[in-house]
């Protein structure tokens, strides 16, 4: 099993930047890609940024050009760096991992418990 903790969420005014990180940690042999998914109220849980274990990145149009996805290998963490925060990024950030215990397992899929993005005056 693998465990992913979130942290970096809270209140931040429009205009404003919030820095998210997610450390994962258990029974980790190899971590494929790293991705950050948002869900606003009332709306579908969408892809916000992945990146991969070579480093390639991949943004949703929304946030191309403010937010940024970035990964610490030899911790098995990954961060998302929000700037020019607008009240429409308001949402629950949840953090995805595909991950494998051993070279002869399966790829397995895990999930952060979330943590809250505002975005208001």
């Known amino acids: 099993q693998v465990q992913l903790v979130e942290s970096g969420g809270g209140l931040v005014q429009p205009g404003g930047s919030l820095r998210l990180s997610c450390a994962a940690s258990?029974?980790?042999?190899?971590?494929?890609?790293m991705d950050w998914y948002r869900q606003a109220p009332g709306k579908q849980r969408e892809l916000v940024a992945t990146?991969?274990?070579?480093?390639?990145?991949n943004y949703a149009g929304s946030v191309k050009g403010r937010f940024t996805i970035s990964r610490d290998n030899a911790k098995n963490t990954v961060h998302l760096q929000m700037n020019s925060l607008s009240p429409e990024d308001t949402a629950v950030y949840y953090c995805?991992?595909?991950?494998?215990?051993?070279?002869?397992?399966?790829?397995?899929?895990?999930w952060g418990q979330g943590t809250q993005v505002t975005v208001s005056s």
């Open positions: 995805n991992v595909v991950s494998r215990a051993s070279a002869y397992a399966d790829w397995d899929d895990y």
């Open positions: 258990g029974s980790i042999w190899n971590i494929n890609h």
């Open positions: 990146i991969t274990s070579g480093g390639a990145t």
